[in-house]
């Protein structure tokens, strides 16, 4: 912005600039008057003064293109500063244009009445009578003169020279002198002994004598005295003339000098008359317009400077407007204006301090709410929070993986849509659903339910959330998967009796099984072979189921016992292999379907191959006619961490969904013979494995089972 | 008009010159050389007007010999003539002041101009100035001198076209 280039904040300087103005006008002025010796510097001070003009007129010029700008673009304080420009150049320009229009209407009825017709016959009468009076001098000198030539008539040079000073003495003359038309001087006679040579002619002089053959003028060339030059020629001789020089005298060269000069003065003051209008019209237009033009470009300064505070404001009430708290103004002047802007920013202080501890405020709730967040994130337990109408606000990464659902992507829906779109969890959803709705206080419920990986068993509580003011603003429901809980507690509790059998009830086995051989052993030949017969059968009898009583107990504590796993590195897919080379003579036929592509596992080999068998066997006991196998083997990724699936499909009788929920659990079986341990053990020798087992449910074709073990990666641990 | 006086000095070089050289030569004096020129005056009738009216007019004559360079050649020798020309209304005569403060009166004005046609140098060029073989330049130019008017009358001398007195410089080349 031009306004912001030409600084000019200081008193000084503007001082100084009139200070200047009024020195340039004030020797203008003086300039005019005829005797001043600035009268040289006249059209320089004209020229300097109209630069100067000029200058100014730009600044103005500037200044106000600069504020046309600001009044386009609307900026802060333009209308204000325009209202009061318009203002301050009208109250300069109307007095100053009067005075200017009467001072010019003074200044010329002034100087015409300097001249009138009286002054001017006056002069000219004056100028005239003295003319008039040199002119009857001059005609009495040349009737003198032809009288002193007429003397000289016919005379030789040598009586010339002789008569010449009689008639000198004779006459009023200063001198007299004769020459030859060649300019030759025959004779001369002065007043003045110094002067040996005349005053002769010049070469003008010379020209008029020469076309008129006589001059006569007065000669004012000399300073001190006018003389009256009079040539004649000498009667009968045409190629001499006489000179005589007639002094004037002082008084009445005095008095000519005089008129001539107020002639002079007069004349030139007429002749300058228009020009000597139009100079002081000029000057006090220049005047006028260094005047105006340096108090409307001070105007122009000081209104801004005025302004300035307000603009301030108004920019600062719009940053504020805005959001930009951090205004400060600058105070300037320590007057109401000052106040106004101290005020301000006072106002803004209070307000960005106020920001800022409501903002301190809300990131202290934000980094609570992160906390509260991270450790929801982090928690077991699935968490899931609703709003007043249950729609799900809030879901944990535990919920994900107890449920196997991204709860947190359905956040603004209830769990109705949600059991929509996961018909194989909709039952579990719905009774969440009606629990939350029903409930007005804590609640807490086990639901099962067949997840994806088999049964699950979820613990769930509930509580509805309630606003000062009493009103039901949303619940939150917790919720644990606890199948694995239930699992080691019913392996603890089956643990505690496989102990308790081998000790209360293996220790008699072995008494009861001897005393029986010991009755048979006594007995057998003091008894009647009928009886003997009867004893023998009934021993036997007894020790068979002794000893099955044994084995039972056997594999009861077998199974409740800790494993020793002999653990290795091998490829799950050639134990396989091994154990189905096993049954290819028992008529079963196998399906393999390997996908997988890296198969390598870190498992106890004697374990798995019981595992395999295990299964295998399960399947051809539960399978009538021909028996048939499916096993595919895949890799899965569930938790960030590979899998190696397994699943082994029979074309059996298939599971029901009583036995789906205990199908592992020991003593658990559908089959006349068997110990029902087969498939607890199983599942007992994954878990080991940091593996899982299930019931595929969705197999209908007969019984499936899915087996995954964490597949073996290089640099991981165990 | 303030745009007038701001363009001036452009307006002054557009002067059609109503003063013209005529000649000018260099002629070898007694002691050295010596510049005669010969100027043509010619007064607009508002210069005759003001002259009769008793304002005097003055001129100054320019003298210079200059080598030519460039653009502008050193000036090996200057010389400024004054000659003033005034009317005395009571004996009907022109006065002519000449650079030595001698007064000439002459009955009539061409007379006077006659009399300022051939300035008359003070100052005689020393031949040790001039060096043989080698080429100068003579300039000569008579301004008209406004600031010698009275002082109403000088803006519109500079800025009136009858006031333009002034001759053009006049340059002739010189072989020594």
């Given at each position: ?17 009139f ?20 009268g ?87 100028l ?6 040199l ?22 040079e ?76 000498i ?42 209008k ?27 400077n ?38 301000f ?29 991270t ?30 659902i991204p ?32 409930a ?15 049964r ?10 309630f606003?000062?003011?009493g ?92 494993s ?14 091994e ?69 082994m ?5 298939g ?45 209908n ?18 | ?34 510049i ?67 007064s ?36 000569v ?36």
């Amino acid at each position: 912005m031009a306004y912001s280039k030409i600084k000019l904040p200081a008193s000084a300087s503007i001082l100084l600039l009139f200070g200047f103005v009024l020195l340039s006008l004030q020797l203008m002025s003086s300039a005019t008057q005829e005797s001043s010796e600035l009268g040289e510097l006249y059209s320089w001070l004209l020229v300097i003064n109209t630069l100067g003009s000029i200058i100014l007129l730009g600044l103005v010029a500037v200044n106000a293109y600069s504020l046309v700008r600001e009044l386009k673009k609307k900026e802060a304080g333009s209308k204000l500063t325009t209202r009061m420009i318009s203002l301050f150049v009208l109250l300069a320009l109307a007095p100053a244009a009067i005075v200017f229009y009467f001072s010019v209407q003074f200044l010329h009825q002034g100087i015409d009445s300097w001249f009138n017709v009286e002054i001017d016959r006056a002069m000219d009468d004056a100028l005239e009578l003295s003319q008039s009076s040199l002119a009857q001098r001059m005609n009495w000198h040349i009737k003198q003169t032809r009288q002193i030539a007429s003397k000289l008539n016919n005379q030789s040079e040598t009586s010339i020279a002789l008569e010449i000073g009689n008639l000198w003495r004779d006459s009023e003359a200063m001198e007299i002198a004769v020459f030859s038309s060649q300019g030759h001087i025959v004779a001369s006679s002065s007043a003045n002994p110094s002067d040996i040579l005349p005053h002769l002619p010049d070469e003008q002089v010379w020209l008029q004598l020469r076309q008129n053959k006589e001059y006569y003028a007065y000669d004012a060339s000399d300073t001190d005295q006018m003389v009256a030059r009079i040539i004649e020629p000498i009667a009968g001789d045409q190629s001499r003339f006489v000179q005589v020089l007639y002094p004037v005298p002082v008084r009445v060269t005095d008095l000519a000098d005089s008129i001539e000069f107020a002639f002079i003065r007069y004349q030139e003051m007429t002749y300058l008359r228009d020009s000597l209008k139009t100079s002081f019209s000029l000057i006090l237009l220049l005047v006028l317009l260094l005047s105006l033009l340096a108090a409307i470009w001070v105007a122009f300064i000081s209104i801004r400077n005025i302004v300035a505070p307000v603009k301030d404001l108004v920019k600062g009430t719009q940053a504020v407007a805005s959001g930009d708290y951090q205004q400060q103004l600058p105070i300037t002047n320590q007057d109401d204006l000052g106040f106004l802007v101290e005020s301000f920013n006072q106002m803004t202080k209070r307000i960005a301090r106020s920001r800022d501890e409501t903002r301190i405020a809300g990131l202290e709730v934000e980094n609570q709410r992160a906390y509260l967040e991270t450790i929801l994130a982090n928690l077991t337990a699935g968490v899931i929070s609703f709003d007043g109408n249950f729609y799900i606000r809030t879901a944990n990464q535990a919920a994900y993986r107890i449920l196997h659902i991204p709860v947190s992507h359905f956040v603004g829906q209830t769990l109705l849509t949600l059991s929509v779109k996961h018909a194989e969890l909709a039952d579990i959803l719905i009774v969440i659903q009606g629990l939350l709705e029903q409930a007005d206080d804590i609640w807490e419920q086990r639901i099962v339910f067949l997840g994806p990986n088999g049964r699950q068993e979820l613990l769930c509580r509930g509580t509805p959330l309630f606003s000062q003011d009493g009103k039901r603003v949303g619940a939150v429901v917790v919720f644990d998967d606890v199948t694995d809980l239930i699992q080691a507690q019913k392996n603890a509790a089956w643990g505690e009796v496989a102990r308790r059998l081998a000790h209360e009830i293996k220790n008699p086995l072995t008494p009861i099984q001897l005393s029986a051989e010991r009755l048979q052993h006594k007995l057998a030949k003091e008894l009647p072979d009928t009886s003997a017969e009867f004893l023998q059968r009934g021993t036997r009898t007894i020790v068979q189921q002794v000893e099955a009583m044994k084995r039972m107990v056997d594999d009861f504590a077998e199974y409740a016992k800790p494993s020793k796993k002999q653990v290795e590195r091998i490829n799950l897919l050639d134990l396989i292999q091994e154990v189905l080379a096993l049954y290819m003579q028992s008529g079963v036929v196998f399906k393999t379907a390997f996908s997988s592509h890296r198969a390598i596992v870190e498992v106890d080999p004697v374990s798995i191959r019981q595992v395999l068998h295990n299964l295998i066997k399960n399947a051809l006991e539960a399978t009538s006619e021909k028996c048939q196998i499916e096993i595919k083997v895949s890799n899965v990724v569930r938790n960030n961490v590979e899998y190696l699936e397994l699943g082994m499909y029979d074309n059996g009788n298939g599971l029901n969904a009583e036995q789906i929920e205990t199908i592992f659990e020991p003593y658990v079986t559908s089959k006349a013979k068997g110990t029902g341990l087969g498939l607890a053990i199983v599942k007992k020798i994954i878990e080991e494995h940091g593996g899982a087992i299930w019931v595929d449910t969705s197999y209908n074709d007969g019984a499936g089972f899915v087996i995954q073990l964490p597949v073996f990666e290089l640099g991981k641990k165990p | 008009m303030l745009l007038w006086l701001v363009l001036l000095p452009a307006i002054s070089c557009a002067d059609p010159s109503s003063t013209e050289i005529r000649h000018a030569e260099l002629i070898d004096h007694h002691d050295g050389y010596q510049i005669e020129t010969e100027i043509d005056y010619q007064l607009s009738a508002t210069a005759k007007e003001a002259l009769d009216k008793g304002i005097p007019l003055a001129w100054d004559v320019y003298l210079e010999i200059r080598r030519p360079g460039f653009l502008w050649g050193p000036t090996l020798y200057k010389d400024k003539l004054r000659y003033t020309l005034q009317y005395h209304a009571l004996l009907k005569q022109y006065a002519v002041k000449d650079p030595r403060g001698n007064s000439e009166m002459f009955l009539t004005l061409t007379a006077a101009l006659n009399f300022m046609s051939l300035p008359h140098p003070i100052r005689v060029i020393d031949y040790q100035l001039l060096e043989s073989g080698k080429r100068y330049q003579l300039a000569v130019r008579s301004k008209f001198n406004r600031e010698q008017l009275p002082v109403p009358l000088r803006p519109f001398a500079y800025l009136d076209s009858r006031w333009f007195l002034s001759s053009s410089w006049f340059l002739w080349p010189i072989q020594k």
